[in-house]
């Protein structure tokens, strides 16, 4: 099978940058609240981790769609940050989910954690509303520019 | 070459006629039946007691029985149809023997004077086969001889004639009681009657259940004594009123000598049947399909519900013309087996009506005539069995290794690419941490672990996207090759035809993920490599500035093509990819073309049909196939 090209730099899709004007590589007064959605428990614990490390707040860490919704609508954080694929057919109920919040609770921002890189994803996160919506290659969580992210999002 | 076979009634054993064969029809009519008739009719005009026509009209119908009779087993020794044709015109005529005034010769009439009865019952009961098939068919026969001849012989030892306008001698005479010979008159009177009813509720019944075949015998004999029924039924209602009552009955006499005629035809048509064998021999020269030589068999053997069977030798059961296994009527059934064999083998079998027993000459015929297109057809059967069993095996070859490339793909996701991940993510968190406190070696070795992590992620993600990709599962073909077009290193464009509204573009969560527009898994999975593999060719060889993925969704069919404008030349054969492609379509029993002119560019084109059932390659057995780790 035939290797594609490197992805490009920039992975990191924004659709609510421009309208937030956020800027900044961590928190600058309250600490942002967030809710980490992923059924990896290893990604789970090292990205709550690296949050804490930049001085957000992880008010829960959930691994399914269900308790997902549930604490959501209890903690009402700043932003949530979900993974695709979740149970329980491990496809794409992370991102049915994001799409969920997004429609029930437009206050609390939501960024997608993805593996991969497919535009169908993102015509699915950025089709209902292009604010407080954010996409991120799994991969690059890895990069300085993550808590970027996740400010910008929230 | 040898053709054999044996006819089978299933449920019910063989039974041989008990008329003997022995006896000639046809020197019983003209030695007894020709000299019977003219005496007959000699003493009726002698006495001009019976009207002319009534005189004439059952000569002939008698006449016409004997001509029947001969003809009928002229054309089919075998079958006593005709002898009994031939015994009941000798009874009709015999019946007019006792008007005769020489004493003996009335005497022996006396015995005689309802003669036709019985035989008439046996024809009617035993025709077309010529034999009792039930015992109450054949106690319904005996009670009507009893009545015939035994109980109308006691009738005659009671009754004296001479006091009659025409005075008989009655040698028999024992006791002259007219009370005693009126009472047994009755009584054979009644037993007619009743035999009479028990045959029409035979022949209803046979009626009902007879094929097309038995049928068409019938008809002649039935509308004859329909015909014969109804005139005598309505003449009998109006009475005697001049002149309705004579012209009933001469629609009962013209039925009447139909009845032998309906007799006759009902035997020919089993014989000009035999002409159709010729048609066949000419017919199948050509060969042709299983389901052309079932139809030509039925038409010349005029059995439109004719069944062939194909002898499986592996399976050791009959299967039809497309190989599937054949279902046998239940063991009561009325129809027949014909075991057709050549040189000692097994080829097929014939399930047929068994009116068709009665001309087991056609049979023959029709079994040796199509003999060897019968055993071509059974080694095609077997052939097409066998491919049948392969293809789906191969279809379940592909479905397993489909299912094992997604749990691979699935094993890398959950297992080294999470692993690797959080390292990352750990690792970053390290490197925020020693910012500004470890020396510049120390952050330049971090910083290379990081990127050398981060390309090794790369790496494992590519590798598990050639696997299996994750969105060709979780959101179906369009956005798989969408995918696949956008991360090329030229410009394709992805063009849709006819695509299903659930596939519909842009795609919505809602719609992206539901099963139900979408095309089986397997059909997915093969459009998605073709496309794939077509791609890959097209970056690596074609040098092409543009390439082009149509994707068109038929009812019957998906179709995928991948055009390029590139240097052109492709070898159709070449590449072990495109050979493994061709393999994978052709599981799934589809096509894959390439057209590659030099200077044009090249043209791939897949056709995948589409099953309307994908559990049988892509069930849920085939989907548990995993991948150990």
Redesign the interface.
């Known amino acids: 099978?035939?290797?594609?090209?490197?992805?490009h730099a920039g992975e990191t899709v924004l659709g609510g940058a421009a309208v937030m004007g956020v800027t900044g590589a961590g928190p600058a007064r309250a600490p942002i609240r967030v809710v980490l959605a992923d059924d990896?428990e290893?990604?789970r614990?090292?990205?709550a981790?690296?949050l804490g490390?930049?001085g957000f707040d992880v008010v829960a860490q959930v691994g399914d769609p269900v308790s997902l919704r549930a604490t959501v609508a209890a903690l009402r954080p700043d932003i949530a940050i979900v993974d695709v694929?979740m149970p329980p057919t491990?496809?794409?109920e992370g991102?049915?989910a994001a799409?969920e919040l997004r429609a029930s609770f437009p206050d609390v921002a939501v960024l997608v954690l993805s593996?991969?890189l497919?535009?169908?994803?993102l015509?699915?996160v950025f089709?209902g509303s292009p604010r407080a919506v954010g996409y991120l290659l799994?991969?690059r969580?890895?990069?300085?520019d993550?808590a970027d992210a996740v400010c910008r999002v929230a | 070459m040898s053709v054999e076979g044996e006819t089978v009634r299933i449920g019910w054993s063989r039974r041989r006629h008990m008329l003997s064969s022995k006896i000639s029809p046809r020197w019983l009519a003209v030695g007894l039946g020709l000299p019977l008739a003219v005496a007959a009719l000699t003493f009726k005009l002698d006495q001009h007691y019976h009207s002319l026509a009534d005189t004439a009209a059952s000569g002939v119908g008698g006449l016409l029985f004997l001509l029947a009779g001969v003809v009928a087993h002229l054309r089919r020794p075998e079958n006593p149809v005709g002898l009994l044709l031939v015994l009941a015109g000798i009874g009709l005529f015999a019946e007019d023997i006792q008007l005769s005034t020489t004493p003996w010769v009335h005497t022996v009439g006396m015995l005689l004077p309802r003669a036709s009865g019985g035989v008439l019952a046996q024809l009617v009961l035993a025709f077309p086969y010529g034999r009792l098939a039930t015992p109450a068919e054949r106690w319904l026969v005996r009670v009507a001889y009893g009545g015939a001849f035994v109980l109308t012989g006691i009738r005659a030892l009671f009754t004296n004639n001479q006091r009659l306008d025409v005075p008989r001698r009655n040698l028999l005479l024992v006791v002259d009681s007219e009370q005693l010979s009126g009472l047994l008159d009755r009584a054979v009177g009644l037993i007619a009657a009743g035999v009479a009813v028990g045959l029409v509720i035979v022949l209803i019944r046979r009626w009902r259940g007879a094929g097309p075949p038995l049928r068409r015998l019938l008809a002649p004999v039935y509308l004859a004594g329909l015909l014969g029924g109804l005139a005598t039924a309505v003449g009998g209602l109006l009475g005697p009123v001049q002149p309705w009552r004579s012209a009933f009955l001469w629609v009962y006499w013209v039925a009447f000598c139909l009845l032998p005629v309906g007799f006759l035809v009902g035997v020919l048509r089993v014989r000009l049947a035999r002409a159709a064998v010729g048609t066949l021999l000419v017919r199948l020269r050509e060969p042709g399909s299983a389901g052309e030589l079932r139809a030509e068999l039925a038409r010349a053997l005029g059995d439109p519900s004719l069944q062939v069977g194909y002898w499986h030798a592996r399976a050791a059961a009959f299967v039809d013309g497309e190989g599937r296994p054949l279902e046998l009527p239940a063991a009561d059934s009325e129809r027949c087996v014909r075991l057709v064999e050549r040189d000692g083998q097994r080829v097929a079998m014939l399930l047929h009506d068994p009116a068709l027993r009665e001309d087991t000459n056609l049979l023959d015929a029709v079994t040796a005539v199509a003999g060897l297109a019968l055993e071509n057809q059974s080694l095609a059967a077997e052939a097409r069995a066998r491919l049948a069993e392969v293809r789906a095996s191969r279809g379940r070859i592909v479905a397993a290794a489909d299912a094992a490339r997604r749990q691979l793909e699935?094993d890398l996701?959950?297992g080294a690419?999470?692993?690797l991940?959080?390292?990352?993510?750990?690792?970053?968190?390290a490197r925020?941490?020693l910012e500004g406190v470890a020396d510049t070696r120390s952050t330049e070795l971090l910083a290379d672990c990081?990127t050398g992590?981060?390309a090794a992620?790369?790496e494992l993600?590519?590798l598990a996207?050639?696997?299996h990709?994750?969105?060709l599962?979780?959101?179906g073909l369009v956005?798989a090759l969408?995918?696949l077009a956008?991360?090329a290193?030229l410009e394709v464009r992805l063009r849709t035809v006819n695509m299903p509204p659930g596939l519909a573009d842009?795609?919505?969560?809602?719609t992206?993920?539901s099963p139900g527009t979408r095309p089986g898994q397997a059909e997915e999975a093969t459009a998605y490599f073709v496309v794939?593999e077509a791609?890959?060719n097209t970056?690596?060889h074609a040098r092409a500035t543009q390439a082009w993925i149509t994707i068109a969704f038929h009812d019957t069919a998906l179709c995928v093509q991948v055009t390029d404008d590139g240097i052109g030349g492709a070898d159709d054969s070449g590449g072990t990819g495109l050979l493994g492609l061709r393999d994978r379509v052709s599981a799934l029993d589809g096509t894959l073309t390439v057209h590659s002119e030099p200077g044009i560019g090249t043209s791939l084109t897949a056709v995948i049909p589409l099953r309307q059932n994908t559990e049988s390659v892509d069930g849920p057995g085939a989907r548990e196939v995993g991948y150990a780790t």
Request: aromatic letters at 4%; hydrophobic letters at 35%; proline letters at 7%.
């Open positions: 099978m035939r290797r594609d090209k490197a992805p990896a290893l990604i614990t090292a990205l981790g690296l490390d930049y694929r491990c496809t794409t991102l049915e799409v593996q991969h497919e535009s169908d994803y015509d699915a089709g799994k991969e969580v890895s990069s300085i993550f | 699935r996701h959950d690419q999470q692993r991940v959080a390292v990352a993510v750990t690792l970053l968190g925020q941490r990081a992590l981060d992620i790369g993600r590519e996207r050639g696997i990709p994750a969105i599962t979780d959101a956005p969408r995918g956008e991360r290193p842009p795609p919505r969560m809602r992206i993920t794939a791609l890959a970056f690596k």
